[in-house]
């Protein structure tokens, strides 16, 4: 691995922390690789992205297609080896370079 390519990786990761900051104490949607998307407010994070969510929810669609929740509880922690997506309310003063959903 070169050194250009750490620092790269290193502005990304910096990049996605600055995100993650920003929405603190926000709504956020939290897309797993088990297939189940959970939606909480973000209360702390950490570089390798375990997430601490309050009042966690399950979000899934049934069979016949209908939208669910179920309360997952009060304060939930999420390990980071099972995000595969973060999403997040529009941010304000992100920078360039950084990816925003709306």
């Known amino acids: 691995?070169?050194?250009?390519?750490?620092?790269?990786?290193g502005n990304v990761m910096s990049s996605a922390m600055r995100y993650l900051s920003k929405s603190m104490n926000t709504s956020i949607l939290v897309f797993l690789k088990n297939g189940v998307n959970v939606r909480g407010i973000l209360k702390s994070y950490d570089n390798h992205l375990n997430l601490i969510l309050d009042n966690a929810e399950e979000i899934y669609t049934t069979p016949n297609g209908e939208m669910k929740q179920n309360k997952l509880g009060k304060r939930v922690l999420i390990r980071g080896d099972n995000v595969i997506a973060i999403s997040t309310q529009k941010i304000e003063g992100l920078g360039e370079g950084a990816v925003e959903e709306e």
Do not use: C, D, P, R
């Not at 691995?1 to 790269?8: A, D, F, I, P, T």
């Open 1 to 9: 691995m070169g050194v250009e390519q750490l620092k790269s990786e």
